[in-house]
Nanobody
Framework: QVQPVESGGGSVQTGGSLRLSCAAE????????IGWFRQSPGKAREGVAY????????RYVDSVKGRFTTTRDAATNTVDLQMDSITPDDTGVYYC????????????????WGRGTPVNVSS
């Protein structure tokens, strides 16, 4: 069964950092673009960042540019999301997802989804 698995979520204070990781079970990440999404309380799911198949390019939603970085590690078959200068607006459940299609921050373009890892930011 194909299943991305997220880890690394937790509680953090404003201004702190977290590193989320997405591991692959049943698929080779190198063949997929990997997206990071989040769903905050009372809000729709939002695309945060993606990493292209070859890993040379990434794109971020404006609200996280300069604070979040997504990286791909082929040796461990994982994709990470480094979150710095975290704010309360970053609170939510974070999901990673995989697609063989065009890279996008649109959740509808992704085929395989993890179950999410929660991030709670306190002020």
């Amino acid at each position: 069964q194909v299943q991305p698995v997220e880890s690394g979520g937790g509680s953090v204070q404003t201004g702190g950092s977290l590193r989320l990781s997405c591991a692959a079970e049943g698929l080779t990440f190198a063949r997929y673009a990997i997206g990071w999404f989040r769903q905050s309380p009372g809000k729709a799911r939002e695309g945060v960042a993606y990493k292209t198949t070859a890993g040379e390019n990434a794109r971020y939603v404006d609200s996280v540019k300069g604070r979040f970085t997504t990286t791909r590690d082929a040796a461990t078959n994982t994709v990470d999301l480094q979150m710095d200068s975290i704010t309360p607006d970053d609170t939510g459940v974070y999901y990673c997802a995989a697609t063989k299609g065009p890279c996008s921050l649109d959740a509808n373009r992704y085929t395989y989804w993890g179950r999410g890892t929660p991030v709670n930011v306190s002020s």
